[in-house]
Nanobody, 123 residues
Framework: EVQLVESGGGLVRPGGSLRLSCVTSGFTFNHYAMSWVRQAPGKGLEWVLGINFIGGNVVSADSVKGRFTISRDNDKNTLFLQMNSLKPEDTAVYYC????????????????WGQGIQVTVSS
């Protein structure tokens, strides 16, 4: 059974930082690209960042470029999202997502998601 479990969310002030983790199991983690996706209150899903199966070719949405960083530890089957300079508009439920392939062309093609974790940016 494929499982993705996010952690590390919470409430942070504008300008602050958070680091999300996504521990995975049930599939060969180092064979697949991974992404972070978010959903703000009342809005649809927004793809945020993707990373290929060996940790390269990182692609970011313009909304987070220069502030958010995606990384992975293939030895620990874990995906990370470092979020810096957080803004109120970053408030959302964040999901890690498994891609259907290994490379960047699959970043928007996801077949499994975690349960999501709330990130709230507010003073």
């Amino acid at each position: 059974e494929v499982q993705l479990v996010e952690s590390g969310g919470g409430l942070v002030r504008p300008g602050g930082s958070l680091r999300l983790s996504c521990v995975t199991s049930g599939f060969t983690f180092n064979h697949y690209a991974m992404s972070w996706v978010r959903q703000a209150p009342g809005k649809g899903l927004e793809w945020v960042l993707g990373i290929n199966f060996i940790g390269g070719n990182v692609v970011s949405a313009d909304s987070v470029k220069g502030r958010f960083t995606i990384s992975r530890d293939n030895d620990k089957n874990t995906l990370f999202l470092q979020m810096n300079s957080l803004k109120p508009e970053d408030t959302a439920v964040y999901y890690c997502a498994k891609s259907t392939g290994s490379y960047s062309e699959s970043y928007l093609s996801n077949d499994y998601w975690g349960q999501g974790i709330q990130v709230t940016v507010s003073s």
